[in-house]
């Protein structure tokens, strides 16, 4: 019995899979009832176009937005090396959705970051008893 630990899902991407002004890339997939504690963008390699941001999102499985209670549209400033949190309102999903991001700067060359997701399952107990 109690509740399960939290855990990290984790997925990373340079400019070579983002592009540049691209489209939603694939990081990671999270399981049903999941439910999001933390989000942290890691900026590992500075984006250098006119205006770097990331975009990321977490999405139904079909490509959609999740409700808006747990979407997290945040533009992080991929201008500058370090790691962003950003706050994220708990709720559990109902089945598997994906993490994605995407490179706002039509003009970079460079980059790389690391997205890693807090989470925990609704109903489950801790695995990871002896």
Known sequence: NGAQYKMV???????????AASADVVLFELPAGAVITDL???ITTVYDGTT???????LNLDGTDLTSAI???????AATLGRTSVTATAAATTVPTI????????DSTAGAFTVDVEYYVQGRSNENTG
Do not use: F, M, Y
């Not at 979407?71 to 400033?77: G, R």
């Not at 993490?99 to 039509?106: F, L, Q, R, Y």
């Open 71 to 77: 979407v997290l549209d945040t533009d992080v400033d």
């Open 99 to 106: 993490v994605t991001a995407k490179n706002n700067a039509a």
């Open 52 to 58: 770097p941001t990331l975009q990321v999102e977490v």
């Open 9 to 19: 899902a984790s997925g990373s991407a340079t400019h070579t899979e983002t592009g």
């Open 40 to 42: 942290h963008t890691h």
